[in-house]
């Protein structure tokens, strides 16, 4: 089954309406692997969607959240980045043009349950970014 379709499934069976406004951003967060802003959103569907504002996306990325589809990703004073929940992975980050790029190695979920055996916390997530400078800035670099 598709992402967006088990998306819209979960949104139906907690309550919330599909409005063509939440499909469009959903499936915009889906095929985007740029981990977008609320304002790129906005940028990129206001064309389809002329009275939707960035109030309404924040609103929208709000309610993903909390039923758990989206992730909102928080670096420094920049603003959150908002990335679709799909399987637990980590980011890089660069640190020169701010592009985040997943990475997936399972052998890390290891780490939630040695932190509850050893200090005897109900562990609920954990989140570990790797920061450095992505291939195109590495490129730039005058030596």
């Given at each position: 089954?598709?992402?967006?379709?088990?998306?819209?499934?979960?949104?139906?069976?907690?309550g919330?309406?599909?409005?063509?406004?939440?499909?469009?951003?959903?499936?915009?967060l889906?095929?985007?692997?740029?981990?977008?802003?609320?304002?790129?959103?906005?940028?990129?569907?206001?064309?389809?969607?002329?009275?939707?504002?960035?109030?309404t996306?924040?609103?929208?990325?709000?309610?993903?959240?909390?039923?758990?589809?989206?992730?909102?990703?928080?670096?420094?004073?920049?603003?959150?980045?908002?990335?679709?929940?799909?399987?637990?992975?980590?980011?890089?980050?660069?640190?020169?043009?701010?592009?985040?790029?997943?990475?997936?190695?399972?052998?890390?979920?290891?780490?939630?349950?040695?932190?509850?055996?050893?200090?005897?916390?109900?562990?609920?997530?954990?989140?570990?970014?790797?920061?450095?400078?992505?291939?195109?800035?590495?490129?730039?670099?005058?030596?």
């Open positions: 089954m598709n992402q967006l379709k088990e998306a819209l499934d979960t949104l139906k069976d907690t919330v309406r599909i409005t063509p406004q939440r499909h469009a951003i959903l499936e915009f889906i095929s985007s692997m740029s981990h977008p802003t609320a304002d790129e959103i906005y940028k990129a569907l206001e064309g389809k969607f002329p009275n939707m504002s960035v109030a996306v924040y609103n929208n990325l709000r309610v993903f959240r909390e039923v758990g589809l989206v992730k909102e990703l928080t670096y420094g004073d920049s603003s959150s980045r908002f990335d679709f929940v799909t399987t637990q992975h980590y980011h890089v980050i660069c640190e020169k043009c701010g592009k985040i790029v997943d990475f997936h190695y399972p052998g890390l979920d290891e780490v939630e349950h040695l932190a509850a055996h050893v200090t005897g916390f109900k562990v609920s997530t954990h989140r570990m970014e790797i920061y450095g400078t992505c291939p195109e800035c590495s490129g730039k670099e005058v030596h």
